[in-house]
């Protein structure tokens, strides 16, 4: 029995592994001109509020706007990739991977997978989630304990 459980855990961490794969895909990979600036304009309308990457901090979403315009630039200095010379193409590459890499992290469909036991259980298993509904959970725990110690304590409360 205890056979079955270990190849029935295999598959599913496979089949989740497989998944999360399917799912990642680089956010910003261009060659020219056109296809950058549409799939430029395509993730700043996903880092919106209820866009893919919604949840992109501040700090990161300054980072890849003006990794962005670097490309940009870039692309309105060359019309492609292929006339650029080697340290213009590094740029670029480093740019969109700096890119590719917080939209990666930040992505809400990403699949993020814990191993332990469930509260109660000493079951060890494995739970899978995506990237937003970790992220929506935090905040609404977030606002709940804000609105509770913002809510005066009932008079029964005192600690007497």
Request: aromatic letters at 6%; one cysteine or more; charged letters at 30%.
């Amino acid at each position: 029995m205890r056979i079955v459980y270990v190849i029935a855990m295999a598959a599913t961490l496979f089949a989740a592994h497989v998944a999360a794969s399917e799912k990642t895909r680089e956010a910003v990979k261009a060659d020219t001109r056109e296809p950058f600036a549409s799939a430029a304009a395509d993730v700043r309308k996903q880092m919106e509020t209820d866009g893919r990457y919604a949840y992109v901090k501040p700090d990161e979403r300054e980072k890849v706007e003006a990794d962005l315009a670097e490309m940009g630039h870039l692309f309105d200095e060359h019309a492609s990739v292929a006339e650029m010379d080697k340290p213009t193409r590094v740029k670029l590459f480093n740019a969109q991977e700096s890119v590719n890499a917080i939209l990666t992290l930040r992505d809400r469909d990403r699949l993020v997978c814990e191993r332990g036991a469930s509260t109660g259980s000493r079951i060890v298993g494995t739970s899978c989630r995506s990237y937003g509904d970790i992220e929506a959970a935090r905040q609404a725990s977030g606002k709940f304990m804000l609105e509770r110690s913002a809510t005066p304590c009932a008079p029964k409360c005192t600690g007497n």
